[in-house]
């Protein structure tokens, strides 16, 4: 009996791992989809007939309608069950794949991807609750979270490396074609390995007034951005869908303060590690997710860079990506605390942007990008697994599923709101110098520099929010950890 037993506890052991990686297989597909085709995108803009301004809305449709309905979809799973939304999610995206596979014209793209960022949202929108929740040990959920943290920050650049090889060797349209056999395996083994979880049920309420309020909000406050691009900021439509915006943002806070089982309850305002970690984790999603728009931009339009080519270009992001989260940041978090490691990466980035701002149009790429695109991978790696950590460390586990969701919105929102302002501000001041005489590479290149000194700039911000506002409860301390330096109670360097 006790080696049944033993068995049994081994077998049901490897299933939680098995069942991790299918989430996190998830995740990369959910992810890669936000870069994959930045590479892409003077093809679609030349096959689809898309103004510059107008381009953003590739990106831009899937991270709204990610970022607005994260929320909804983790509260409907901590409701009615985080395997049933998951598996919902992944056959809404498989199937939105395919339709963004299929466009043939810019509207019906962008509301595909606008479907294909829903899909992404139910399945997100659990993932971190099922990691949490299957992993309550402290040194079990620092590995597991380690793992998710590098499918987080990985899938972005993977994502511009696929996007290169599948637009060069085929088409654009294989950029979304390649979700199905992908998104029907991940169905399948998530249909198997995933534990169900019972919740009270939906008659407890679902906030969908909120959820579609939280996403018509940033979407009218980016379409603000992208109008003011054409029509200038003054103009009657980027003044009324400004207003607007704020209306619906005050509706919905109005909203949440007045009903009973709202999508943001306000209480959960209160947990700090959250809500820190989270404007932090906006800011530097904001810097990473800009840099692979502008920077594929940069190297095809101003350097002449093929698709493939801009896609090798970023691999030494993957390569200090792997090598920062392949088990050295869990070994520097346990020695120093995730808030300096946080800090250091944090540093990281800032330092990278700081010098893509310098770049020129004949900039070598080696060494000077080379070791560039490094050192933003390194910052990465050491950025993304301590904000999860942060983030989850105060959350009670009945609010998982609504933790989970924020630290979502906290990266797709500001990111694709942060992703308009630069895209504008960058096109605005290409433009001007186009005017004053500029040849067109620099001027584009002029564009580009300024958007990537404001990026710095949003991440150094995300430096302050650490140091005066994200203070770590002392859970536990280690013997060898530094005096004064808050800790969670993490692995060691094992």
């Known amino acids: 009996m006790i080696r049944s037993f033993r068995e049994l506890m081994i077998r049901d052991d490897l299933r939680r791992w098995i069942a991790l990686l299918v989430v996190c297989f998830a995740q990369l597909m959910i992810i890669l989809d936000s870069t994959i085709v930045n590479v892409a995108l003077p093809a679609i803009q030349r096959d689809l007939g898309f103004r510059a301004a107008d381009l953003t809305w590739v990106v831009n449709a899937y991270g709204i309608s990610y970022g607005g309905f994260v929320l909804l979809a983790g509260r409907v799973g901590d409701l009615v069950g985080r395997k049933r939304v998951f598996l919902a999610g992944v056959a809404l995206f498989t199937l939105a794949s395919a339709i963004c596979g299929s466009a043939q014209a810019a509207p019906l793209l962008v509301g595909a991807r606008f479907v294909q960022g829903l899909g992404?949202?139910?399945?997100?929108?659990?993932?971190?609750?099922?990691?949490?929740?299957?992993?309550?040990?402290?040194?079990?959920?620092?590995?597991?979270?380690?793992?998710?943290?590098?499918?987080?920050?990985?899938?972005?650049?993977?994502?511009?490396?696929?996007?290169?090889?599948?637009?060069?060797?085929?088409?654009?349209?294989?950029?979304?074609?390649?979700?199905?056999?992908?998104?029907?395996?991940?169905?399948?083994?998530?249909?198997?390995?995933?534990?169900?979880?019972?919740?009270?049920?939906?008659?407890?309420?679902?906030?969908?007034?909120?959820?579609?309020?939280?996403?018509?909000?940033?979407?009218?406050?980016?379409?603000?951005?992208?109008?003011?691009?054409?029509?200038?900021?003054?103009?009657?439509?980027?003044?009324?869908?400004?207003?607007?915006?704020?209306?619906?943002?005050?509706?919905?806070?109005?909203?949440?303060?007045?009903?009973?089982?709202?999508?943001?309850?306000?209480?959960?305002?209160?947990?700090?590690?959250?809500?820190?970690?989270?404007?932090?984790?906006?800011?530097?999603?904001?810097?990473?997710?800009?840099?692979?728009?502008?920077?594929?931009?940069?190297?095809?339009?101003?350097?002449?860079?093929?698709?493939?080519?801009?896609?090798?270009?970023?691999?030494?992001?993957?390569?200090?990506?792997?090598?920062?989260?392949?088990?050295?940041?869990?070994?520097?978090?346990?020695?120093?605390?995730?808030?300096?490691?946080?800090?250091?990466?944090?540093?990281?980035?800032?330092?990278?942007?700081?010098?893509?701002?310098?770049?020129?149009?004949?900039?070598?790429?080696?060494?000077?990008?080379?070791?560039?695109?490094?050192?933003?991978?390194?910052?990465?790696?050491?950025?993304?697994?301590?904000?999860?950590?942060?983030?989850?460390?105060?959350?009670?586990?009945?609010?998982?599923?609504?933790?989970?969701?924020?630290?979502?919105?906290?990266m797709q929102v500001p990111a694709a709101f942060g992703l308009a302002v630069l895209g504008t501000v960058a096109a605005d001041h290409s433009r001007s110098l186009l005017a004053a005489g500029v040849q067109a590479a620099g001027a584009m290149t002029g564009g580009y520099q300024l958007a990537f000194t404001i990026a710095a700039a949003l991440v150094a911000g995300a430096v302050v929010v650490v140091l005066t506002a994200l203070r770590i409860p002392a859970v536990a301390r280690p013997a060898h950890a530094p005096a004064g330096e808050d800790q969670l109670e993490l692995p060691d360097a094992a």
């Open 120 to 410: 992404a949202a139910l399945s997100a929108g659990v993932i971190l609750a099922i990691i949490t929740t299957g992993f309550p040990a402290q040194r079990e959920r620092a590995q597991a979270m380690s793992v998710f943290a590098f499918t987080i920050a990985g899938g972005g650049s993977l994502g511009l490396l696929a996007g290169g090889f599948l637009t060069q060797a085929a088409s654009w349209h294989w950029d979304f074609f390649i979700n199905l056999p992908i998104g029907l395996a991940t169905f399948v083994a998530g249909w198997v390995l995933i534990e169900s979880n019972e919740g009270p049920g939906l008659r407890r309420g679902v906030d969908v007034a909120g959820s579609i309020l939280a996403t018509a909000a940033p979407m009218l406050a980016i379409y603000a951005i992208v109008t003011a691009d054409a029509e200038g900021w003054t103009s009657a439509y980027a003044i009324a869908s400004a207003a607007a915006s704020l209306v619906l943002l005050s509706g919905f806070l109005w909203l949440q303060a007045r009903l009973r089982n709202p999508i943001l309850p306000l209480r959960i305002l209160g947990i700090r590690t959250l809500m820190g970690a989270s404007a932090a984790r906006g800011l530097v999603a904001t810097g990473i997710f800009s840099t692979f728009f502008l920077g594929a931009l940069y190297l095809q339009q101003v350097r002449g860079y093929s698709a493939m080519q801009t896609g090798l270009a970023f691999l030494p992001f993957t390569l200090g990506l792997a090598a920062m989260s392949l088990g050295i940041t869990v070994r520097l978090v346990g020695r120093f605390g995730p808030r300096r490691v946080l800090l250091a990466g944090l540093l990281c980035i800032t330092s990278a942007l700081l010098i893509l701002a310098s770049v020129g149009p004949d900039t070598a790429y080696f060494p000077r990008l080379f070791a560039t695109y490094g050192l933003f991978g390194l910052g990465a790696g050491m950025t993304m697994m301590p904000l999860t950590l942060i983030a989850m460390a105060e959350v009670p586990p009945a609010d998982a599923g609504l933790a989970a969701g924020i630290t979502n919105v906290s």
